[in-house]
Structure formats: C-alpha cells, structure tokens
C-alpha cells in the first residue's frame, strides 16, 4: 500500500526570511552587478507585480522604484484601478503610458482581427473575443486553440483555430508585450534604472512569457518561487487585500481570461503541486489525493507540464552565435 507524506504544507515559506533574502540580492544586483541607480516595475494591479514592486521597495526604497502603468484598448479597467491601489500603498512613484496609439500604428488590432475572421467571417468592430485552451486534464493530448467571441449584443461564437489563424492571432497579440517592454526600457534608460520582470516560477517555467516582451528583464526577483508563495509573501508585504483576493487573468483580450483557460491545465495552486511534485520526482499516485485528481488525470499534467517545457526552451535561449566571441563572456551576452 503506498504511504505519502506529500501535502500542499511542502510550499510553505518562512515570509520574512524568504523576502530579506530577495531584497539584499535586488540591491546587489541592481547596485553592484547592473550598475543602475533604481529599478523600474512594470505594475498591473496582479499579484506577480505587486510583490516585485514591494520587494524593490523594501531593498531600494520608494524613492528608487518608479511604477508604470501601461494600458491598452482591450486593458480591463480594473487593472488601472488594482495599479493604482499598489502605488498608492507602496506611496510609489509613477507613470501611465497608453500603448493603444503604438498597437495601432503597428496593426496589432487589425491583424488579430484578420486572422479571427479567417475562422469566424461576421467578427468585425464592436466584438470582443479571446482564445482558450480545451480540457487538457480529460481532453486530447494535442489540444487546439479555439477563439471565442461576443457580439455587441452579447450573442457567443466558438470555433475551433486553424494553425494558420492561430499563428496570426498570437504574432499579433504579442505585440502588446513587446510594446510596452519598449516603454519600460525607455523609462530605465531616462533614469539609469534596471527593468525587474515579474513572473513567477511557474510562468518561468513553463514559458508563459513573450521573447522580447515581458520576458526581457535585468532581475527576475520571483522566477525561483512558486506563485502559491508568492501569495504568501504578498500577505507578509501587505499588498491590498483587494490585489490578493483578484482572480489571475491573463489581461490580453478582450474578454474576461483566466491564465488555466488559456495556458495552464490547472488553477495556478494545483499546477504549482503538481510542478513541484514533478520537479522532486513524486508519482501521480503520491499526488493525485493531495490535488483531487486521479493518478491517470496527474499524468497527464507532467505529460503537459515536459511538453510545454519543451516547446517553449527557445524563449529562454539567448541569440546563437554561429562562432564564439571571446572577448564577450557568456555570462554577459544578450
């Protein structure tokens, strides 16, 4: 009979330990290693910033930490809100840089929608949509994206996305990212100050970022954790409850998304078990009672969890050199 001693207490952090640790190596390298007076956070009223922003506080002080704020057309007025909420408590300075005008010019708009109405012909000005994941617990193991959308009169169409659809709404979409990480290093380079990313361990991961987009930074503060223990740090920072008790969204389309309907195959504090259960070499038999699935549906999940790891290697790869530079170390190439 198998006996486990895995339970969900295995991503329990001491807080304050965990934080003063973070922050004396922000100020390092921020101060020692990059050579920048301040860091630059860009904030969007979710958890992952919210930490980040607090933590560069905490080892630079406010005076060092500038917010941007960084909205687009299909931006949920919300984030500007939950933003605005942190600044305020972290009494942080900041700026609100509207990327909409940059999407614009770039078609960013125009070629999402182009390549909807490949698959859905009557999407045109007024609709909403975004572009979902089917069930990658119980469903197929090569699961296809399919684009929602709504009328002006709230009437939901779903179709399936041919890859050629696909391919286009993605190019397009991450303009978004890229864009405004182009309003982030212009603040850092007006300011001498580093750009700290935001994700977690599990966006890290699992590549759930743009390549050149919010996936360029100087520091990652919180890629080692996991985001159940960054809930636990944001508790211990005092991020507004508000912020804590938000639901993760992806904050990409225009309609409401959840970060498991378009990318994870669970709700971030069963992935998270089940990464770390993955990572330490646990059977889905010792995990499947501790995250309420059955040992096949755990699976599953590591099947999911190695092929996106994967799939995804090349975000994290720096540019390929075709002959080595030696005068250039390794450690210092982008």
């Not at 520091?219 to 639901?247: C, D, F, M, S």
Request: charged share 25%.
């Amino acid at each position: 009979m198998l006996t486990t001693v895995f339970s969900a207490d295995v991503l329990k952090i001491d807080a304050a330990a965990v934080s003063a640790d973070i922050e004396g190596k922000i100020r390092d390298i921020v101060l020692r290693q990059l050579n920048r007076k301040g860091v630059i956070v860009a904030i969007s009223g979710g958890i992952d910033s919210g930490v980040v922003a607090a933590l560069c506080s905490k080892a630079m002080g406010t005076e060092r930490v500038l917010g941007l704020m960084l909205p687009e057309a299909d931006s949920s007025p919300d984030s500007l809100h939950f933003a605005n909420l942190l600044a305020q408590s972290l009494d942080l300075r900041t700026y609100v840089e509207d990327v909409t005008g940059i999407l614009t010019a770039a078609g960013c708009y125009q070629r999402r929608d182009e390549a909807i109405r490949k698959v859905i012909p009557q999407y045109t000005e007024g609709y909403k949509c975004k572009i979902v994941l089917p069930d990658q617990v119980n469903g197929s193991s090569y699961p296809i994206f399919s684009v929602v959308v709504e009328s002006p009169l709230g009437e939901r169409t779903r179709a399936r996305l041919t890859l050629d659809s696909f391919l286009g709404v993605v190019a397009a979409t991450n303009f978004k990212q890229r864009a405004r990480k182009m309003m982030e290093y212009y603040y850092a380079d007006l300011f001498n100050y580093a750009v700290a990313g935001t994700p977690n361990r599990l966006e890290y991961d699992q590549g759930f970022f743009v390549k050149n987009g919010d996936g360029a930074a100087d520091l990652k503060p919180i890629a080692h954790l996991y985001k159940t223990q960054v809930y636990q740090l944001a508790a211990y920072l005092g991020i507004p409850q508000e912020i804590q008790n938000r639901a993760p969204t992806t904050d990409t389309y225009s309609l409401d998304q959840s970060q498991d309907e378009f990318y994870f195959p669970l709700p971030y504090d069963r992935m998270d078990l089940c990464l770390y259960a993955k990572n330490h070499g646990l059977l889905p038999e010792e995990v499947a009672p501790v995250v309420a699935l059955t040992a096949k549906q755990v699976g599953r999940v590591y099947h999911v969890i190695d092929s996106t790891r994967s799939a995804t290697r090349y975000l994290h790869r720096p540019p390929v050199l075709c002959e080595e530079v030696p005068e250039v170390p390794d450690d210092v190439r982008v």
